[in-house]
């Protein structure tokens, strides 16, 4: 079984993973943080795969496959439930789409700090529960034809259950992932949109749009 399109949740009752429903790697304009990259995903119910009960000799809940049945399936998401995502671009450190090849993108490494707000986390996570995630790496290698590898890790806690602590962790490989372009702020007009995106990255000719977002030309 290939290990690609799937996402791993390391010690839980599915040791082969789960696979995705739904990948969306976009980005966005937003006018006072600038640029940002957005990463959706949705996986397909846990026990598509394995619906049988038969580890119910377990110690915990996170090794539980009834207990993660009751929850069906994840979102990973910086857009679902909030904005959230990674600045990419501003107007002080413009963005270079042309020369995003090989990049490794870093967010809300741990330790968070003493001060650190759960509501300001790029992403959201629902899992068993609504939980948190942080400690986020995700690699982007792009293929001759465009398209991107994407590998993504990070760590959770099952704050829905009360417990702050970061203690589980998660692996996801994509592989043929094409960019879905760049949206609009909602409520900002085409020339507001535009001029932000124009504000962010070294070369704004490369955009067209369409559709209420930004698409990359020759890419």
């Known amino acids: 079984m290939s290990n690609t399109n799937r996402i791993f949740f390391h010690d839980n009752p599915y040791p082969l993973g789960h696979t995705l429903e739904e990948f969306v790697w976009s980005a966005r304009v937003d006018p006072e943080r600038g640029l940002l990259f957005d990463f959706h995903l949705v996986t397909n119910s846990y026990y598509a795969e394995d619906d049988s009960d038969d580890n119910e000799d377990v110690d915990s809940d996170w090794k539980s496959k009834t207990v993660w049945g009751n929850y069906h399936n994840c979102i990973l998401s910086s857009t679902e439930w909030h904005s959230g995502g990674i600045v990419m671009g501003t107007s002080e450190n413009k963005f270079d789409f042309s020369k995003f090849n090989h990049e490794t993108l870093i967010t809300d490494q741990l330790p968070l700090g003493d001060k650190f707000d759960f509501q300001d986390l790029a992403f959201y996570i ?42 589980h962790s998660f692996e996801a490989n994509i592989n043929k992932v094409k960019f879905d372009g760049i949206y609009f702020c909602y409520g900002l007009s085409e020339e507001e949109n535009l001029k932000i995106l124009q504000d962010c990255t070294v070369d704004p000719s490369i955009f067209k749009i ?10």
């Open 126 to 167: 629902y899992l068993l529960g609504h939980d948190s995630c942080c400690d986020h790496k995700i690699v982007l290698n792009r293929n001759p034809d465009n398209t991107f590898e994407i590998s993504w890790t990070g760590k959770i806690a099952r704050t829905y259950y009360g417990d702050y602590e970061f203690k």
């Open 210 to 219: 369409a559709d209420n977002k930004f698409e990359v030309l020759n890419y």
